[in-house]
């Protein structure tokens, strides 16, 4: 789970580092930003899934559950 946008290692970065060094757990980010082409560049850097903030905690359970993760 992170946010996209963060000070020294964006959501972006993170999710293409990770999946460049192998890493195949699902990653989520969160984000307020979810105008314009935000989650299709989030999902193209790596990320399974996308949600807006704040946080509704039953979407998020619903993702974790989607995963099978929990």
Do not use: C, W
């Amino acid at each position: 789970l992170t946010d996209a946008m963060m000070p020294e290692m964006d959501g972006y970065t993170l999710s293409r580092e990770l999946r460049k060094k192998g890493f195949i757990g699902p990653i989520i980010a969160v984000t307020a930003a979810v105008i314009g082409q935000e989650t299709e560049n989030l999902l193209a850097s790596g990320v399974d899934i996308v949600m807006t903030k704040p946080i509704d905690i039953k979407v998020l359970n619903a993702h974790l559950e989607s995963l099978s993760i929990q």
